[in-house]
């Protein structure tokens, strides 16, 4: 960790590591058995798992509640079962939102011949044990090229997916020398994490996994000059 003016580094080489062969998976916050009291969260955000999943490997049938779950796929087919009836391949471009509530139980596999790399991000909901319920949208790359694309929102502003949390969640892909200038309202906090690829933030490198955080009301400048994707969370 590194804190380099109005923001704050972490580097993806110091987050959490869990290999089970069929399943490489880094994470940037406590999850499962790696527990760090310093490490369980940013705000409302809870869980950013940075995820490989082998050719028709996956995750079996499990139950979760009370958390907002967003899946962001990077490459390959992610299968989504769940109790409530859903059965949909997830591929490059596709993004879902499933709100547990009161409980869920779903799976995720991967049904390609190859990895499926995706982000698996949990945050916290406003409200408990909410009906359950899934969304699910596609937005090609061209819509998020060196913009910042809204894909969660608490009121679906902009075609945004309806997240039942005080966040707000967006997404670019930043291309060959172009830049963006990035500021969040004044009180509340920001945490940009790299999915792909390399970026400046004010000037200060970051590689694939990397991730700032930063407060409210600060002006960053994102710059590339070759090729970087990256989300980013407005949180309360």
Request: aromatic share 10%; proline share 3%; net charge negative.
């Given at each position: ?94 993004m879902q939102l499933m709100s547990a509530g009161s409980g869920i139980t779903h799976s995720e596999f991967n049904g390609a011949d190859t990895v499926t790399h995706f982000l698996q991000i949990w945050i916290e909901p406003a409200q408990m ?17 060196n913009v910042l694309r809204l894909m969660l929102d608490p009121g679906g502003k902009d075609g945004a997916l309806t997240i039942h949390a005080d966040a707000r969640v967006y997404a670019s892909i930043l291309h060959h020398g172009n830049s ?57």
């Open positions: 960790m590194k804190t380099s003016g109005t923001f704050t580094i972490h580097r993806a080489k110091d987050r959490l590591h869990s290999n089970l062969g069929w399943l490489d998976s880094w994470h940037s916050f406590s999850f499962g058995r790696h527990y760090d009291p310093d490490r369980m969260g940013y705000r409302g955000l809870r869980v950013v798992n940075d995820d490989r999943v082998e050719a028709q490997k996956g995750f079996g049938t499990h139950p979760h509640d009370n958390m907002e779950i967003f899946s962001y796929v990077l490459d390959g087919d992610l299968v989504h079962r769940d109790s409530m009836g859903n059965d949909h391949h997830l591929r490059r471009g596709d044990n909410l009906v359950p319920s899934y969304q699910e949208k596609r937005i090609e790359d061209s819509a998020k090229l963006l200038e990035l500021q969040i309202p004044e009180g509340r906090f920001g945490w940009l994490h790299l999915a792909t690829g390399s970026i400046e933030v004010d000037g200060e490198p970051l590689t694939s996994g990397d991730a700032i955080e930063f407060n409210g009301g600060s002006k960053i400048t994102v710059t590339t000059k070759d090729q970087g994707e990256f989300l980013l969370f407005d949180l309360a």
